[in-house]
């Protein structure tokens, strides 16, 4: 299917017409996003970016259906990193934008996908912002587990943890989440820290690292003495 619609894409390159549209919303209203928006609430943290403002927009657009529409954009972001016909596709300004509004249609009626998240995935293109969707789905994302009260929970360690390090790291780093916040946990490795390990949650970092510990002690003797 997929590789169908990129097959068809890859043919046209006319010039794009030119496409105005209302400053606000950023989208255009249909019979069904016309709802939703004016029965929607903005997320719950701000992000001021081109891309913020049509996550916001998609946002207060699904609000009513927001796990479908999330999970709808996790699609299309797994689409574009596995897929690099798919990704040049989106990301090509040359290609003719009903071109692309029609391939977005194809996939979408396949995929039963949302229908804020087809008229968004048309609205990017007309405002030739399509090559913006991969960080808008991430922002949207953020938006998304803020409301759901989700702290994504990034530790890096020299070498991989254990099941039983892995369960003590979850339950020292569930005390300092805020109450009623669920954890998602991303385990990796980084043998450049040596040893320790380096925690990132929501914007706190804890660098606990054998290799900072090393910076800081060289950094100290290497100060001028008082």
Do not use: W
């Not at 990017?124 to 789905?137: D, F, P, S, Y």
């Not at 980084?190 to 910076?215: C, F, I």
């Amino acid at each position: 299917m997929l590789r169908n619609v990129m097959r068809s894409l890859g043919s046209v390159a006319r010039p794009a017409r030119k496409v105005i549209l209302p400053p606000s919303p950023a989208f255009r209203a249909g019979p069904v996003m016309s709802a939703r928006f004016f029965a929607s609430k903005k997320p719950k943290m701000e992000d001021g970016t081109l891309e913020g403002r049509y996550a916001t927009a998609l946002f207060m657009a699904s609000s009513d259906n927001l796990d479908k529409v999330y999970n709808d954009l996790v699609g299309f972001r797994s689409m574009l990193l596995e897929s690099k016909e798919f990704k040049l596709a989106v990301e090509t300004p040359g290609i003719d934008p009903e071109s692309k509004v029609k391939a977005f249609d194809a996939i979408c009626q396949k995929a039963g996908t949302d229908a804020a998240v087809a008229n968004f995935l048309k609205v990017l293109v007309e405002n030739k912002r399509a090559h913006l969707l991969g960080r808008t789905i991430d922002i949207f994302e953020n938006f998304y587990r803020a409301e759901k009260g989700l702290v994504l929970c990034k530790v890096s360690s020299a070498e991989p943890l254990s099941s039983a390090q892995q369960g003590q790291v979850k339950a020292a780093m569930t005390q300092r989440a805020e109450k009623g916040a669920t954890l998602i946990m991303e385990y990796n490795t980084n043998p450049a820290l040596l040893g320790g390990l380096v925690v990132k949650m929501g914007e706190v970092v804890l660098d606990n690292s054998v290799s900072t510990r090393l910076e800081r002690l060289q950094t100290q003797l290497l100060a001028p003495v008082a």
